[in-house]
C-alpha cells in the first residue's frame, strides 16, 4: 500500500467523453519528503514515514526537530507511514502526484466534518412524525421508546440516541483518478471525500 498526503481543496464538475458531468474533488497531494524508513530489524515491521505541509521552527518540538534533522528535512506538520512502495525509498526522497496515474483507483481517508452534538434525526435518520421509524405523536424529533422496562431495567449499549456526531476518520474507497496536474501538484478525483476544505487526506493507491 503506498499513497501520499494532501489537502482537500474543494469539489467541481467534469465532462467525460460521453458528456456525462461527473461531480469529483479536487486535493492537493505532495509533494511529500521520506522522513523516516520503518525496518523489520528495527522497529518489527516495515514502512515508509512521509512528511507534509511545511511548518515554522517554533511551533516544532525539540524530539521532532532531531526528528526532521536526523532526515535532512525541514520540519512538516503531518506525518503518515505507508506499508510498500514500488520502488526503494531513502531519506529527503521526495513523493509527489506523479504517483497516480489518470484512470486508476485509489482511497481517500479524512476526518469528517464535526456536527457537534445532535438529536437521533440528523445523527440516525429517524422518521420522526409521518415517516414509519420511531419518534413520537406529539413529539415531532423525540426518539420515542427505548425498550426497556422492568426488565432489564436499563438501557442497552448501542442503542441509537443523540450524541456527538462527525469528527471520526472516514474512509472512501474506489474513487476514479479523473486528472492529474503534476505541475500544480492538484489531483481530481471522482465523487466526494469526508472533511472540510483545507482539511489533511491521505491518498492510498
Known amino acids: 500500500m503506498s499513497g501520499i498526503i494532501g489537502k482537500k481543496v474543494g469539489m467541481t464538475s467534469l465532462f467525460n467523453a460521453e458528456g456525462k458531468n461527473i461531480p469529483c ?47 535532512g ?4 506538520r503531518k506525518l503518515v507511514e505507508f506499508k510498500t512502495f514500488e520502488d526503494e525509498k531513502s531519506l529527503g526522497d521526495i513523493v509527489d502526484v506523479t504517483l497516480f496515474e489518470e484512470g ?12 457537534g452534538f445532535q438529536g437521533v434525526m440528523k445523527r ?17 424529533r423525540a426518539p420515542g421508546s427505548l425498550g426497556a422496562s422492568s426488565w432489564p431495567s436499563r438501557v442497552f449499549k448501542g442503542m441509537r440516541m443523540a450524541g456527538r456526531t462527525g469528527g471520526e476518520r472516514v474512509k472512501v474507497q474506489n474513487l476514479q483518478v479523473l486528472k492529474v496536474y503534476a505541475e500544480q501538484n492538484l489531483i481530481v478525483v471522482s465523487g466526494s471525500i469526508p472533511g472540510a476544505k483545507g482539511s489533511y487526506v491521505i491518498l492510498d493507491k
Do not use: M, W
Request: charged content about 20%; proline content about 4%.
Open 25 to 71: 474533488t479536487v486535493i492537493e497531494a505532495g509533494p511529500c519528503v521520506v522522513t523516516q524508513i520503518r525496518t523489520v530489524e528495527k522497529d518489527g515491521y516495515s514502512a515508509v514515514q512521509l512528511g507534509y505541509d511545511d511548518a515554522k521552527e517554533k511551533n516544532t518540538t525539540a524530539p521532532l526537530k532531531g526528528h526532521f534533522a536526523k532526515a
Open 104 to 115: 486508476e483507483y485509489v482511497d481517500v481517508v479524512g476526518t469528517s466534518k464535526g456536527k
Open 124 to 140: 440516525h435518520g429517524f422518521g420522526g412524525v409521518g415517516g414509519a421509524t420511531h419518534g413520537q405523536h406529539n413529539r415531532l
Open 73 to 76: 528535512v525541514t520540519p512538516k
